[in-house]
């Protein structure tokens, strides 16, 4: 290589400016909005599958219910089928807040009159027996004073209380609340009394201690840990209480829905029967499920994961 040759340059390609990644950039917003469509999608289905894993056994149980009722009715004479008893449910709740007398109401009265003793005699059972069973659960004097009454009393029928009623009151309408009071009150007093008795020991400790008095005791200790006991036991009793105000009624007369099935009983009125059956259920399942959903508001499990 002679001295006169130069060396060849070769030109660098020009330095990018920034030192950016695009593609990161641009991909990281476009992402976002897709997982953001995503998630409604995935929880409606969610819900949606939830909804039918739940509603296919009930609806199958159904259809169950009416093929035996129809096959009953096809080999009962005078039994309606569940035709008949739909086309019947139709006329009765075209006009269910009628009264053309006294005795002669719809079935709406009938079931408001039948809901207004149960929370009456529901309302004093709860009035008695949830003090009550705080006493049972927290003296073991009381527990044994009244454990051998209660384990005498919570058997009898509820039928057998009602004599004692009219005999006592000699009305109708107090011997049906007294006949709900006394067989609705076992559960709310068993179950606060087992939801007092289960309060760790510590917890009492720390109140003897502290020199707390019994009622400090009472309101912030017992009271929040036994509050789900007393609400399954409110929810028990709320079954209770609306089984026997139908039996109750039906011997008392006078305007309820017990009242109202015998009437029809002795008009052969089988189709109506059947649809205040339906509607006792009805109503009874949505006291109960209603119940259920403040209990599971207070429980604690729910609380923790909240």
Not at 80 to 89: F, G, I, M, S, V
Not at 129 to 135: D, E, R, S, T
């Amino acid at each position: 290589m002679s001295a006169n040759t130069q060396p060849k340059v070769i030109p660098l390609e020009p330095t990018p400016q920034s030192a950016a990644i695009v593609p990161l950039k641009s991909a990281a917003p476009q992402a976002a909005p897709l997982v953001a469509k995503r998630a409604p999608v995935n929880r409606l289905r969610s819900m949606l599958q939830g909804f039918i894993t739940a509603a296919i056994p009930g609806l199958l149980g159904a259809v169950v219910l009416i093929a035996l009722w129809q096959v009953a009715a096809l080999n009962s004479k005078g039994f309606p089928t569940p035709l008949q008893t739909w086309e019947a449910a139709k006329t009765l709740f075209a006009e269910p807040f009628y009264i053309d007398g006294p005795n002669d109401m719809g079935i709406g009265w009938n079931v408001l009159a039948s809901l207004e003793r149960v929370a009456l005699g529901f309302g004093l059972a709860a009035l008695v027996g949830i003090p009550v069973g705080f006493l049972i659960g927290r003296f073991r004097f009381i527990a044994r004073m009244f454990g051998p009454l209660i384990a005498l009393l919570r058997p009898v029928s509820p039928l057998a209380w009602l004599p004692i009623g009219l005999l006592l009151f000699q009305r109708a309408e107090p011997a049906s609340t007294w006949t709900i009071f006394i067989c609705s009150i076992w559960p709310m007093i068993l179950n606060t009394a087992e939801g007092v008795m289960r309060i760790p020991q510590d917890y009492l400790n720390v109140a003897r201690v502290l020199k707390l008095s019994e009622f400090t005791v009472m309101r912030k200790i017992l009271f929040p840990a036994v509050l789900p006991h007393i609400l399954t036991g409110v929810r028990l009793s709320i079954g209770i209480a609306w089984l026997v105000i139908v039996a109750a009624e039906m011997l008392t007369g006078g305007v309820g829905i017990g009242f109202w099935i015998w009437n029809e009983w002795n008009n052969l009125n089988v189709q109506n029967i059947i649809i205040a059956i339906l509607l006792i259920g009805v109503v009874g399942m949505a006291l109960e499920q209603g119940l259920m959903a403040i209990a599971r508001r207070f429980s604690y499990d729910t609380r923790r994961e909240s």
